[in-house]
């Protein structure tokens, strides 16, 4: 949103690639150093491994494009890498697989996700966030809301996020949707989020203009 100035990208290389998984896994292990009890790996919303993960963004023809088993390729190598560095307990993935932010929606972006996430089943990691700003967003080809698709194809720890309050996360959570609910501009207009919310205090309501105090 701001005024940046962009260049025309261009694919990774295969060694690109290579460096960018040990990038990846040595952020992990430094934020492990630094203090932090897990990492969320960002596979969501245009971020670069969500770019492998749907066809307007990956074009490649080679082994990370193409076919679903290729495109969850880079995903499951940056996952395997961090796992492989700081353990499954302390890994956990962000997806978006509605693609809706700075990217055009493809059908075929289906597949890749389903045979993603069984794949991520099977490492058993931490849990996999939902990458979305409203959850109630509904997607043809995911035949509904990103968050049932996933929950319908990955068995284990799901986030869900997107304009809940506590409430209707609440309401969520005992029908089963998810397990756990992350909480994003309501905790920006009110730090003290939990402790409102135990008391059943009202809440400041989220603006944008609240950001540039951030900053
Ligand atoms: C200021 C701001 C910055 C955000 N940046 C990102 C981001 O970099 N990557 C991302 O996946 N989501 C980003 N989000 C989305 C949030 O992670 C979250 O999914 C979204 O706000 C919905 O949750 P909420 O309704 O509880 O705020 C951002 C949201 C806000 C308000």
Do not use: C, W
């Not at 949707?177 to 730090?191: E, Q, T, V, Y």
């Amino acid at each position: 949103m701001r005024e940046l100035t962009y260049v025309t990208p261009k694919p990774a290389t295969l060694e690109d690639i290579q460096e960018l998984v040990r990038d990846y896994a040595k952020a992990a292990e430094n934020a492990m150093e630094a203090g932090f009890d897990g990492v969320e790996i960002h596979g969501a919303n245009g971020y670069l491994i969500d770019a492998f993960l749907h066809h307007d963004s990956n074009r490649r023809t080679d082994e990370y494009g193409g076919t679903p088993a290729k495109m969850a390729r880079f995903a499951l190598e940056v996952v395997d890498a961090v796992v492989a560095r700081i353990g499954k307990d302390r890994t956990g993935l962000r997806l978006s697989p509605g693609a809706y932010f700075n990217m055009a929606t493809d059908s075929r972006d289906r597949a890749v996700f389903d045979y993603l996430l069984p794949e991520l089943e099977q490492r058993d990691i931490a849990f996999v966030h939902i990458g979305i700003f409203d959850d109630s967003m509904e997607f043809d080809y995911l035949g509904g809301r990103a968050s049932s698709y996933v929950r319908a194809h990955y068995g284990k720890t799901l986030v869900g996020v997107g304009s809940y309050s506590a409430q209707s996360a609440s309401e969520a959570i005992a029908a089963d949707k998810f397990d756990l609910i992350a909480i994003g501009r309501p905790f920006i207009a009110n730090p003290d989020y939990v402790a409102r919310v135990r008391a059943s205090e009202e809440l400041v309501p989220y603006s944008d203009d609240m950001l540039t105090t951030l900053v």
